[in-house]
């Protein structure tokens, strides 16, 4: 019996809404179990999956509008129908809107809620006459309400970017972030560029589209993949995914052979990886054992085991048997990841001003902790995966002020920066004292 692709979205929504998992989890899960679709079916489960998830702020407002019972207080199987419903109504411009109403119809019959396929073809039918004038809140009378509910980000989100960036920069940045983000791959250092020609041919011919990017000459964004471990050249260890904002980290730090390099907080590697084929040796350590598999099993893939050292390391844990002893140091400290929503859809919802709080206070204790390790003279690369200036700007403000180092380089990156993520680095060089 082929498979209902719109209530296998069904049950990976719910997933999420029982376990608290992320989309992006809960998709690969959904992709991997049913990988027997076709790829035009997996791209649909993905689409709208995905959709529900970044658009949810905004189908609940709408939904809101159309309903007698508000979208909170719904029973979930219910809440995710017509979220699916609305999405494709709004959003999926090959799927009629009849076909929306009645399949999420026929879903919540087959799922035993007979008594509630009238209300499901009601809402969503409200919303097919309205598609075209939709009730939005007032930008000109309410519009930081108006901005949340647009671009479904959190108010709070909002108004702390329209206090860093402005009106028209925080505009460009939520329509950015809300946009088709590619896969970014590099290039092994050891792949000629005759090679990289004959991977990128063949990627065509199985329909992915692959433009280089125009800042690093071995990083490609690809479009059209759905799992980049089926690509060829994947098991070589020919590529890995990367963000090209990550790879121009490593660019700053100016490895060099003979260099020692320490990555305290290395999961998933790809700084680490990079560094290993520029330095001599790279110890990356993490705080938990599943992490530095994550690592390994990308080093063994890519040659470099005998490049990277292993460590479980808790990174607030002052390690004074290493002081001194590192010429580059990487601190990709743990973050509010608002710079990655483009491809973590649903970070926004589970960060809240108080978890942000505590995020600084952790990133605070793991440069206490790891300083200490970049010898005189040498190098500390601070980043994150955000766009906020206090886990930015201000942490390395307070690295200044309170350790000996000076700042040489600070980079933010915004998502709208030619298909990179979010992202912020910072190169510190370490003066001589007694400390």
Not at 239 to 262: H, I, N, T, Y
């Amino acid at each position: 019996m082929a498979e209902n692709i719109r209530e296998i979205v069904l049950d990976t929504l719910l997933e999420m809404e029982r376990s608290r998992v992320y989309s992006n989890q809960a998709v690969k899960a959904a992709l991997d179990k049913y990988d027997y679709l076709d790829s035009q079916d997996k791209r649909f489960i993905k689409r709208l999956a995905e959709g529900c998830v970044e658009r949810r702020i905004e189908l609940d407002y709408l939904l809101d509008q159309f309903s007698s019972v508000p979208v909170s207080r719904m029973k979930p199987l219910i809440r995710c129908l017509l979220r699916m419903g609305a999405y494709q109504i709004l959003y999926m411009d090959g799927v009629p809107a009849s076909a929306a109403c009645n399949e999420a119809v026929k879903l919540a019959g087959k799922r035993k809620f007979t008594n509630l396929k009238g209300f499901v073809n009601g809402v969503l039918r409200k919303l097919v006459s309205r598609r075209d004038s939709l009730p939005l809140p007032d930008p000109e009378g309410e519009p930081l309400l108006y901005l949340s509910v647009r671009y479904s980000m959190p108010q709070w989100i909002v108004e702390m970017w329209l206090a860093e960036y402005g009106q028209e920069q925080t505009r460009e940045l939520l329509e950015q972030l809300l946009a088709v983000h590619p896969v970014t791959i590099r290039f092994a250092r050891g792949v000629a560029e005759a090679q990289r020609q004959d991977y990128l041919l063949r990627w065509q011919q199985s329909g992915v589209r692959a433009t280089r990017s125009e800042y690093l000459d071995y990083a490609y964004y690809l479009e059209g993949v759905l799992g980049v471990a089926a690509l060829e050249g994947y098991e070589e260890g020919a590529f890995m995914v990367q963000d090209v904002s990550s790879m121009l980290c490593v660019e700053a730090a100016g490895l060099k052979e003979g260099d020692r390099v320490m990555d305290v907080c290395a999961a998933p590697g790809g700084k680490a990886l990079l560094a290993a084929q520029k330095a001599s040796h790279v110890l990356a350590r993490d705080v938990s054992e599943q992490k530095l598999d994550r690592i390994r099993e990308n080093a063994c893939r890519m040659g470099l085991e005998g490049k990277l050292e292993l460590e479980l390391w808790d990174a607030c844990r002052e390690d004074p048997a290493r002081a001194g002893s590192v010429d580059v140091v990487f601190m990709d400290v743990p973050c509010s990841g608002l710079g990655v929503l483009g491809k973590k859809r649903d970070i926004k919802y589970h960060v809240t001003p108080e978890s942000l709080e505590e995020l600084i206070k952790l990133q605070r204790r793991i440069i206490r902790g790891s300083w200490r390790y970049v010898k005189p003279g040498g190098v500390l690369m601070y980043s994150t995966c955000t766009i906020n200036r206090r886990e930015n700007q201000m942490n390395c403000d307070w690295i200044c002020e309170n350790f000996p180092f000076v700042l040489e380089e600070s980079t933010q990156l915004l998502p709208r920066q030619a298909h990179m993520d979010g992202f912020f680095y910072a190169r510190l060089r370490r003066v001589k004292d007694d400390r």
